[in-house]
């Protein structure tokens, strides 16, 4: 920008830097499809709240649930968790640590299916 000073009449430029918001990066884990303890588990608050803090990155539970063999209708999705974060390696992080959740809540059912079987 280019500013006159009334004093001086000396014509100065100012930088002003035009600062533009951080970029953001995005990716999403689908958990529609994940046994009902598990979509639970990581969907609660405080396991949000762990893995927020853990990579930095926003955690937003979106779409709706859709039993097993049932298609959304058309303009919607199905249960998706959109993981938004300032660069790569955080969505990483935050995938990582879902992914993590997951497979822990899928052994504990596997666990528990297994000692209450036949």
Not at 38 to 57: F, G, L, N, P, W
Request: charged share 30%.
């Amino acid at each position: 920008a280019v500013v006159s000073t009334q004093s001086t009449g000396e014509t100065e430029m100012l930088q002003n830097p035009v600062v533009s918001p951080p970029a953001k990066v995005e990716d999403e884990v689908e958990i529609n499809d994940l046994p009902q303890q598990a979509r639970y588990r990581i969907t609660s608050k405080d396991a949000i709240a762990a893995v927020q803090e853990y990579s930095e990155c926003a955690l937003t539970v979106r779409g709706t649930y859709y039993p097993p063999n049932r298609n959304p209708p058309e303009g919607e999705r199905k249960l998706y968790i959109c993981i938004e974060g300032p660069r790569d390696r955080a969505i990483t992080l935050a995938k990582m640590e879902l992914k993590r959740m997951i497979k822990e809540e899928l052994n504990k059912a596997q666990m528990f299916s297994f000692r209450s079987g036949p």
